[in-house]
């Protein structure tokens, strides 16, 4: 009798810390790896936060806290909603988790059940289809083309609903791909699910501030009010502010749903740290103009990568409208030989052919879409340059 649980079985670790792994275990050997795989921003969390964080600890916010987070942190929570989301939820209708996987994972554990279905709009972000399997529910993926702009289309949104359907996972500004949606487009998504009352919608909008050419940021709930009490609106400190290993996300649903949630949180992580809350505290109600600044710099890293990237033969990007990834085609690749004389046939082959010339990235099969691959701009401009420079010699290099 094998001794592992099936649902193990069900699920793949993360790709993107796999590669991150593969590449420091190359480095250990000497190889000289470029990696652009980070799912992190390369600033560090700033000071105002690492102080309240110091006085925190000294004022012994070291003790376990409500499960579902400090009254404190909610209170910011509840602010930041309003003030940037025009969307008002009581205390009782936010939780705080250990980041934002955490509280996605929350909702699908405490909702799915066998044979249920989520829709997953693809490209996606690599973690929701392990989480809806773990729960022993069933992926149901929606390709989104690039010339769509990698967006979900209420046509397709409306086949792929069946009476199965529990969830609709929307992800915007989107890792891999950056797309976002308008106000315009999201109000046509929610005309859908108006005609189907059982379909619920988590959004999770992690890369809010991460969004370029002075684009207004949209969430769901604040554009179909008449969805608010169907939809968790997940959000997070760890990419606007810097904070990935702070582990702190949150989000604001139906109270039903979010009882749920906390209930199920109380017996397994109990509440998260309570020196991170403090953090995130501090983040959510302090200073903000820096996240301004540092999008700023994200979006000159968009346009030299957006534009290297289409001077590789064989290579073409769409140009991502947030987010801190592109995500172009290896469709011109395919077929070419490299000097080994393997043929490259899919973007994994090519991956691992980049990996050879000394340059990390990450395969788009792992988010749900072939044959493109990810690639990070978390990364000094000269070290995307160095990468975008040995992507372009192994792209002429191949025959
Ligand atoms: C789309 C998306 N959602 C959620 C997360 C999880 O963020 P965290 O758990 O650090 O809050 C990530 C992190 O990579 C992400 O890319």
Redesign the pocket.
Known sequence: MAFLASRINRIKPSP?SMAGQRARELRATGRDIVALTS??PDFDTPDHVIEAVIAAMRASRTKYTDVGGTPELKAAVRQKFQRENGLDYRASEIIVGT????V?FNALMSTVQAGDEVIVPAPY?V?YPDIVMLAGGQPVFVECPADLGFKLQPADLERAISPRTRWLML?AP??PSGATYSHAELLALSEVLARHPHVWVIT?D??EHILYDGKRFATIASVAPALRDRTLT?N????AYAM?GW???YAGGPEILIKAMTKLQSQSTSNPSSISQAAAQEALSGPQAFVQERTAIFQQRRDRVVALLNACPGISCHVPEG?FYAFPSCRGILGKKAPTGAVINSDNDFVLYLLEENFAVLQGAAYGMSPYFRISYAAAMDVIEEGCARLKRACERLA
């Open positions: 993107s799912g992190e980041g934002g996987k955490q996605i972000w973690s992800n989107s890792n999770d992690m890369y997940v997070g400190v760890s990419k990935t582990r702190i996300g987010a």
